[in-house]
């Protein structure tokens, strides 16, 4: 895993750049990972991902978060991502309640699947949900997750369908400046 680094660029006047209204565009690994996320989120990084917040710590009440790997360049259309979800959530460290269904997404550059679960949290003592996807795409596999109480479902849907909708795995782009006007795939 990388290095995370954040860093705030100043676009070109034609960068080509696009995010719904509301929104802002995270690029990970220039470009290893994208998507849209809330405008108004708070983002910070350590050494093994990035993570977004509604709000500064400790009054958050919701948490994206993403990481990935750079995989060999082999054909991985035989990976079992619904099994990989399952061992994913099965070894998940906090007491989980209930476990929902395998969603599975198949896009043309983009194989990605997602469950969501609820579990008790023993800080708070109360019920939380967690949303787990991992995808697969250009020669990348990730992982990203929100947590939310249940009150937030009605505002953290939206979220996580931007995510979904917007995710793109292994197109890198050559000027940050500038945007999609030069993307390109490593293969």
């Known amino acids: 895993m990388a290095k995370w680094k954040k860093q705030t ?3 070109q006047k034609n960068h080509r750049w696009k995010a719904r209204a509301g929104h802002r565009i995270c690029v990970i690994g220039r470009g290893a990972v994208r998507f849209d996320f809330p405008q108004a989120w708070l983002m910070e990084s350590d050494a093994t ?5 509604d709000a500064a710590p400790p009054d958050d009440n919701c948490r994206l978060e993403a990481s990935y790997n750079l995989i060999p360049p082999i054909d991985w259309s035989g990976l079992p991502l619904e099994q990989l979800l399952k061992d994913v959530v099965e070894g998940d460290h906090r007491e989980i ?3 929902g269904e395998v969603i599975g997404l198949r896009r043309p550059d983009l194989r990605l699947v997602w469950t969501e679960f609820r579990f008790h949290d023993p800080a708070e003592d109360r019920e939380a949900h967690s949303r787990v996807c991992i995808g697969l795409g250009g020669n990348v596999q990730c992982l990203i997750t929100l947590d939310y109480w249940p009150e937030d479902l009605g505002r953290i849907i939206p979220v996580w369908d931007e995510v979904m909708r917007t995710l793109k795995l292994g197109i890198y782009v050559n000027d940050p400046t500038i945007g999609d006007a030069k993307e ?3 293969n």
């Not at 991902?49 to 917040?53: I, N, P, Q, R, T």
């Open 97 to 99: 309640v209930s476990k």
């Open 184 to 186: 390109y795939h490593v």
């Open 9 to 11: 660029l100043k676009l």
């Open 49 to 53: 991902s990035v993570k977004f917040y």
